[in-house]
């Protein structure tokens, strides 16, 4: 027979004021298994606590309810305290009183109350009779990190788990790290050059020993779990032997084709033998097989830059390799793209060359960039004299875009001003936006600068037009604050477009078993108080992935992360809920309904043998440390065979039947 | 929902307490998630929100985990009315639990609204952890709604009164089918010698070791399943309208007995070659093991008793007439023979007795059912014949807890057979041998049957059709349809 205490807390008024938890508690103890029962003003103090301690140990209790408030506040503390009386956790249960009853329904009578109270209490104590005592899984920890996404979210992350003294591989995508923050010129609200900041970073990563880059490469497959993950990375073909370029550039300088630069937006060449920008790291060039005429026109002439190269590390008919690498946990840093102009015809976007976005803004104002750090505009190479500026390009508006705030426009559009303004002196900016929002450290007094001390025109409202009239941008728009239409002459438009999901976003979630939204951002565990994980374990986010994010809310995102890494890194085993499904190994019919509905993929096919080793049948197996503890296994099973500890059908039932 | 400042007010006060002194306040259970519904309904304590107190909270690890039967268990617990919620799709804390449960409840809604149990008495919805005032208005409507239908009494008659058994139909006579006395046996056909033929041909070239076919019965004039491992014995085979039996059953059921005679073959219908897709989908029969022997089917007896040498309409099984498998598909060796064009009349005696019972009274369905249910005995005679109901240990065997009760009563009856129903779900291919192995003449095929045309119309799915598609039931889209959700 079960030894059930029940502990009715009054919550200092607020249980009592609609309980009588005295009569509750009195009324408990006719129920059959419970061997004590009473009521106090508040368990979860420390007196509180105590007093269940102490008639844990007077009436070898075995099992027990606390009526009190939400399991989501409280459970954690009285199953930790029932533990150090020596009762097992996992046979403790919380009658919600509070939020479920007292809160909720008001009888000055009472009676009301007290008998819901009762009702919950009684359903729990016959759900506790069933909880078996369980005890926390151990998983052993692969302590080495994978960080997806070499931009400075990534970066920050791998420098910060490398400095822990733990191992990283870091994979990006492009033949070098940096992401977008390396297109960046000067960088709000401090204005220090992006480069300047960023390289020193790249740079440090390349060489710690703890960190091991592997670029120009994507992750093709995820298999395992928390602590074991088994990852497959495809490793694209560079044409060239990496371990033996010295990064002289020789090649690079040899190759006589010419190709579209994605880092500079298109608006400026560069070579087919390329690295994507000067300061690139590695600094190992890859051949774009879309441009050189080896590949293009089916392995002809050319070859010049394997000619040329001294240690002779040109391979031409290199294929994609894969490897494969054990991890602990993955860091996910993958990043954002903007939304392309061409997304906005009427706004001349994709017919005007002078219709830009604010990255080609970026790579003008860039030293390093195609125009050498002058504002020229790209159709003619003039210099501007008018330039307006269109904030929220699709952003806050469902119909052209997206409905979110792309949170960084309103201040990258001043910078822009600014930029403009110390290049270009004679020039005027004009800068349509909706609302201002500059909510970080320093941002509302960068904004303010850009508008008294730089001269650049805020006109609140929309344009509804761009169209191109003698070889000058028209922009047609409303001043709301005013009440008046508006036109302006301008000589080029800049696009504040929308931060949108890196394209691909959604392929990624699905091979690493990660949530999303309904544009692509990978989705958190919890918004604010677990912001860089996901519900998926030993998986992290960090970064742009998540939605729009300047660049130190992305570092400290890669600090942030780096400290969970490091955390789950300091045991060698690690302790998880046992809230898993279980299966019944003599009845299992091997139908693996089970296996394809688990959202995690926990589920097994095992074999059974027999002494000669011949397989007899198959029989499904969880996978503890994979296995979330969700159970749309176990109402997925037809005959039953596989069960929720915590949770299982036999203690629904036994509470149903204590309605 | 009210606030604390409405609820105080006399009148709003008198109305609560009268129906708790009165006993007649009824009973909501609530299963919800603990992640969004749990949290939302915490919600609405932690900001004083006042609703009705009659509803108890089943907490969950998830939508995905709620088994359609615990809203049964819950009614057979004397509820009058069930919340199910979770949360809003997309919002899963475990990715995809409440696709797969909105998929569930699409089959489970279908069943209980066809046997009668009145839909108006279970809510669906998605409560997130910030829709406290969503959650309190919920328990208030549900409340309301279920109290202006009253207390579930229909459903806890059938828990009170433990009704004595009492056989309606002459369900001795459908044991002893057969060719009525005084009607030859025919000569056989030019099916029957093809038949013959390949089961030869297959046993001495070795492709199989034992052929699963039909013969007449050595005494009675019926016909039975036989095994046949001699080539000189094949012609004793047969085929034609009174080889009714589903011989796949073999394949799962029998399978070790079956094993040990060596490879075999078997011969389908079209319906039966359905069942060998879905056993094949769920791995209880590796395809590359079994050489399937499709012969062409023009329809087969309903009550074999009925027979007078050929088959008439009116002693065509319902399950055959609109058949669109006459010629079996997914087979390895095809038996020639003539397949007649479907008769063009409209829907088949089954669909259109569906649409006449969908178009009743769900109490008038209730009913019908009821009456049906009150003679099963529990012989599970429908559970043995269907070849996917292949169950190492069937449910209604697991006792801990108890799923059904095993006694032949009214509300154990009915829990059993909304259990089979909801099993066979997005399975079933009609093949209708359950129907035909009742003893006591349940029409089966109708719940089956309905539950199919469920899946057809929300899922464009056909059971036992494709070998590389998934049940309905274990897959889902997440923008699959969910208007029946609050
Ligand atoms: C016009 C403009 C101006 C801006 N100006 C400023 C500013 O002045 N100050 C400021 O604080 N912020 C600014 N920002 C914001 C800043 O760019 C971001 O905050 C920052 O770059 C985010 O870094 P990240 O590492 O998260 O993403 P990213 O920089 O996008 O890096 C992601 C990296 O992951 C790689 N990757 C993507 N997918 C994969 C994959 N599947 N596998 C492997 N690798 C992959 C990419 O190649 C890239 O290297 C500006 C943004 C824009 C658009
Ligand atoms: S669903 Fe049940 S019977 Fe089927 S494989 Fe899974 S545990 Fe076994
Ligand atoms: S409980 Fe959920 S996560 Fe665990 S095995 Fe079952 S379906 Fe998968
Ligand atoms: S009724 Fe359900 S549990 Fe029983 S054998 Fe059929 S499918 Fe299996
Ligand atoms: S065959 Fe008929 S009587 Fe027997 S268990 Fe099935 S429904 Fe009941």
Redesign the pocket.
């Given at each position: 027979m079960a030894r059930i205490g029940v502990f009715v807390c009054q919550c200092g008024n607020n249980i009592a004021a609609e309980v009588r938890t005295a009569e509750v508690a009195e009324k408990l103890k006719d129920v059959p298994g419970v061997v004590h029962a009473e009521d106090a003003r508040f368990y979860c103090s420390n007196p509180g606590q105590e007093q269940i301690r102490k008639m844990i140990k007077e009436h070898n209790l075995d099992g027990l309810i606390v009526s009190a408030c939400s399991p989501h506040m409280h459970e954690k503390t009285f199953r930790k305290a029932a533990e150090t009386a020596g009762l097992n956790p996992f046979r403790v249960e919380i009658a919600n009183i509070r939020e479920h009853c007292s809160w909720v329904h008001h009888d000055p009578t009472k009676d009301l109350g007290t008998e819901k109270a009762g009702d919950i209490a009684r359903m729990m104590v016959e759900r506790v009779k069933r909880d078996r005592p369980l005890s926390k899984i151990k998983i052993p920890v692969t302590k080495r990190a994978l960080v997806i996404g070499g931009g400075v979210a990534g970066i920050q992350a791998a420098l910060d788990i490398a400095d822990g003294g733990r191992e990283v591989v870091l994979v990006e995508r492009e033949p070098s790290i940096g992401g977008h923050m390396a297109q960046l010129s000067e960088t709000f609200p401090t204005m220090d050059c992006s480069q300047c900041i960023l390289t020193p970073k790249m740079v440090e990563a390349y060489q710690h020993p703890n960190i091991r880059l592997v670029t120009y490469a994507e992750v093709e497959k995820v298999d395992g779990y928390i602590g074991n993950f088994t990852v497959t990375i495809r490793k694209k073909a560079k044409s060239i032997v990496e371990e033996n370029c010295t990064e002289c550039g020789e090649c690079i300088d040899k190759c006589p084709i010419k190709a579209t630069s994605q880092f500079e937006m298109g608006m400026t060449k560069r070579k087919a033998m390329y690295i994507p920008f000067p300061q690139a790291v590695p600094g190992v060039p890859v051949i774009d097989r879309n441009a050189c005429p080896k590949y293009v026109k089916d392995m002809s002439k050319c070859g010049l830059c394997a000619k040329v190269c001294g240690p002779q590390c040109i391979d031409f008919d290199q294929q994609d390799t894969f490897e494969t690498v054990n991890v602990g946990a993955i860091v996910v840093a993958t990043g954002y793209d903007v939304m392309p102009a061409e997304n906005f015809p009427e706004f001349s976007g994709g017919k005007s060359k002078d219709v830009i976005t604010g990255l080609h803004f970026e790579r003008l104002a860039s030293a390093s960039g195609p125009t050498g750090g002058e504002i020229k505009r790209p159709s003619d190479g003039k210099v501007p004299e008018t330039v307006v500026f269109i904030e929220c390009s699709g952003s806050r508006d469902e119909r052209r875009g997206v409905s979110y705030c792309s949170a960084i426009c309103c201040m990258y559009s001043a910078k822009h001003a600014m930029l403009y303004k110390h290049k270009a002196h004679h020039g005027q900016a004009y800068i349509f936006y909706m609302d201002i929002r500059c909510g970080g450290k320093r941002y509302e007094e960068f904004h303010r600068r850009a508008v008294e001390q730089e001269g650049a025109i805020y006109l609140r409202g929309r344009v509804s037009r761009v169209y191109p009239r003698d070889g000058r941008l028209v922009v047609q728009g409303a001043d709301t604050l005013v009440g008046s239409q508006v036109e302006i002459e301008a000589d080029m438009v800049v696009l504040a477009t929308a931060v949108v999901p890196r394209l691909g976003s959604k392929d990624l979630a699905q091979r690493l078993g990660i949530g999303y939204d309904q544009y692509g951002f990978y989705n958190e565990y919890h918004p604010k108080l677990k912001p860089v994980e996901t519900v998926t374990g030993g998986i992290f986010l960090s970064g742009a992935c998540i939605g729009p994010m300047d660049v130190p809310t992305a570092v400290a995102q890669g600090s942030a992360v780096a400290a969970k890494v490091l955390g789950l890194f300091s045991n060698d085993e690690m302790a998880r809920e046992p809230i898993v499904a279980e299966v019944n190994r003599t009845t299992c019919n091997a139908c693996w309904d089970c296996l394809v509905a688990c959202p995690y993929k926990a589920i097994e096919r095992e074999a059974i043998k027999n002494r000669q080793g011949e397989v007899l049948r198959y029989v499904a197996r969880v996978n503890e440390g994979v296995c979330m503890g969700c159970g749309v296994c176990v109402a997925a099973c037809?005959?039953?065979t596989i069960d929720l500890k915590g949770y299982s059908d036999a203690q629904v039932y036994a509470a149903l039947a204590a309605v | 929902m009210e606030t604390k400042a409405q609820a105080t007010e006399p009148a709003a006060q008198e109305s609560v307490q009268a129906a708790v002194q009165k006993k007649t306040a009824v009973k909501i259970v609530a299963f919800v998630c603990n992640w969004c519904t749990y949290a939302g309904a915490d919600l609405a304590g932690t900001s004083r929100m006042q609703y009705r107190p009659n509803v108890r909270v089943v907490r969950l690890t998830c939508t995905g985990r709620i088994d359609p039967l615990f809203l049964i268990k819950a009614f057979e617990n004397g509820a009058d009315g069930v919340i199910v919620s979770g949360c809003h799709p997309g919002d899963c804390h475990y990715v995809a639990g409440n696709y797969h449960a909105r998929r569930r409840w699409v089959f489970f809604k279908s069943l209980l609204d066809f046997v009668g149990i009145d839909e108006r008495r279970v809510f669906f919805s998605w409560v997130s952890a910030s829709e406290a005032n969503k959650w309190a208005k919920l328990v208030d409507e549900a409340v309301e709604t279920v109290t202006g239908l009253g207390p579930y009494t229909q459903y806890k008659m059938l828990t009170d009164t433990r009704r004595a058994w009492e056989p309606e139909m002459p369900w001795s006579e459908a044991w002893a089918p057969g060719i009525p006395e005084g009607v030859p046996l025919p000569e056989p056909t030019p099916l029957d010698l093809a038949v013959r033929a390949k089961a030869k041909e297959i046993l001495e070239t070795g492709k199989a070791k034992v052929v699963i076919g039909y013969a007449w019965a050595k005494r009675q004039r019926r016909a039975v399943p036989v095994f046949v491992a001699d080539p000189a014995e094949t012609d004793s085979l047969i085929f034609n309208a009174l080889c009714v039996n589903n011989l796949t059953n073999y394949l799962t059921r029998h399978a070790k007995d079956v094993k040990a005679l060596g490879r075999p073959a078997v011969f389908v219908k079209g319906c039966d070659a359905r069942n060998l897709v879905v056993l094949q989908q769920e791995s209880q029969v590796r395809r590359e093991d079994v050489t399937v022997i499709g012969v062409p089917c023009n329809g087969v007896v309903y009550r074999p008793e009925t027979w007078q040498g050929h088959l008439t309409p009116e002693t065509l099984s319902p399950k055959c007439a609109g058949c669109e498998v006459r010629e079996p598909r997914n087979c390895d060796e095809t038996v020639v023979g003539e397949v007649h064009p479907l008769p063009a009349e409209g829907m088949s005696p089954i669909d259109s007795k569906i649409a006449e019972m969908d178009a009743q009274p769900s109490q008038v369905r209730w009913n019908f059912w009821m009456e049906q249910f009150d003679r099963c005995i529990k012989c599970y005679a429908c559970?043995q014949v269907?070849p996917?109901?292949?169950?190492e240990r069937?449910?209604?065997e697991k006792n801990q807890p108890q799923w059904i009760d095993t006694s032949a009563h009214p509300e154990g009856n009915l829990s059993w057979n909304l259990?089979?129903a909801i099993?066979?779900a997005g399975r079933c291919t009609f093949c209708g041998e359950c129907d035909r192995a009742c003893p006591v003449n349940i029409p089966l095929n109708l719940i089956n049957r309905k539950l199919g045309l469920v899946a057809k119309e929300a899922y464009g799915y056909a059971a036992g059709m494709d070998p590389g598609s998934l049940p309905p039931m274990i897959v889902f889209k997440p923008d699959d349809k969910e208007n029946f959700i609050r």
């Open positions: 037809h005959s039953k | 559970r269907c996917l109901c292949y169950c069937c449910i209604t259990i089979r099993h066979l």
